[in-house]
């Protein structure tokens, strides 16, 4: 399935955060677009920057048609950015009828491996091929250099290396063996994520409470210049201390998160992630404690909380709203 094609026509469906980046990075990279999404206020957003505008799955199927015949593209490339489990689930069901052999389904979203095993399998008996893509980066990484860990057929990935380049930061894009293996890698990903966050909140929690009352912000400067700990993660806090004057005291100290812990009936990729490691008898004691501490932030909220969300706040434009509980 190798190709010279470095401009793809793509149907992209899920315009959240990730999302929408991710459609004005692909016109900035002159791919074309048809963008659509359950709300029409982002759909209008992303006709602004250059997309062809989709309100419904016939509207989106009948302009990507149209747009193939004009492009000399033979093959139909839906991206889907949604939430995992029912959300992505539902929509795949949705379109498959639309598709024929050959055709290209990109999930995006944060899936569990396993859903993308199954799907795969599904769709190979009807000749439609999917690949999975961890998307790491945030919202800014998918506006300008995204991370992409991808799994799938080695032809399909073939076919689609240039678009993933052309999206990616130079040597953020690898392609791995196996369907669900992109959802895999990211999956360990986030809850390697999950460790190293809730480090950096423990030690800063010391400095908190040490003797010497050093300001957290410098400290996170100095960390954040040549030391060992330097880090993306290192940098989101500075950049929290800077934008709050070092006061977090307007930051909630219960620790968002995804999953079953932030009352969610889906797990999320640290739930996962500890529950890939009881099945290969790992331990996983960083990335377990990391996320039983999150949750028990949002019993009683902590300072180690109140770092996480400003770094969260800052790297994914998580809210530092405190949600309330339900009655």
């Not at 709300?39 to 747009?67: M, Q, V, W």
């Not at 961890?134 to 995204?146: E, F, I, L, M, T």
Request: charged fraction near 25%; proline fraction near 3%; glycine fraction near 12%.
């Amino acid at each position: 399935m190798a190709t010279k094609q470095t401009r793809f026509v793509i149907g992209y469906i899920g315009l959240g955060k990730m999302g929408l980046n991710m459609v004005f990075n692909l016109i900035d990279n002159k791919h074309t677009v048809i963008a659509n999404n359950r709300s029409k206020e982002p759909i209008i957003r992303a006709c602004k920057k250059g997309a062809i505008t989709a309100y419904t799955n016939k509207e989106l199927f009948d302009k990507l048609k149209i747009t193939l015949k004009r492009k000399s593209q033979s093959k139909k490339i839906i991206w889907l950015m949604l939430p995992a489990g029912k959300v992505t689930e539902n929509k795949i069901k949705e379109i498959v009828p639309h598709l024929k052999r050959g055709d290209i389904i990109i999930d995006g979203s944060n899936s569990l491996y396993k859903d993308a095993q199954r799907r795969s399998k599904a769709l190979n008996k009807k000749g439609i091929h999917f690949i999975d893509v961890g998307v790491s980066g945030g919202p800014n990484g998918a506006r300008h250099d995204a991370c992409m860990m991808v799994g799938g057929p080695s032809g399909t990935y073939k076919y689609l290396e240039p678009l993933f380049k052309s999206l990616c930061v130079k040597g953020g894009i690898e392609h791995f063996k196996g369907a669900g293996a992109g959802h895999y890698v990211k999956m360990v990903h986030n809850g390697i994520e999950y460790g190293i966050m809730e480090s950096i909140a423990e030690g800063f929690a010391i400095l908190n409470k040490s003797p010497f009352k050093p300001d957290l912000g410098k400290v996170a400067g100095v960390y954040q210049h040549g030391s060992i700990i330097e880090s993306k993660l290192m940098q989101n806090l500075l950049q929290a201390f800077q934008k709050h004057k070092n006061d977090l005291k307007s930051i909630p100290g219960a620790a968002g998160q995804g999953g079953k812990a932030a009352g969610r009936s889906v797990k999320a990729e640290a739930d996962w992630t500890i529950d890939e490691a009881k099945l290969l008898k790992v331990h996983y004691h960083a990335i377990g404690g990391a996320v039983h501490e999150r949750a028990e932030s949002r019993k009683n909220p902590t300072f180690r909380g109140k770092i996480i969300n400003a770094i969260r706040n800052q790297f994914g434009g998580h809210s530092l709203k405190t949600k309330k509980k339900k009655r």
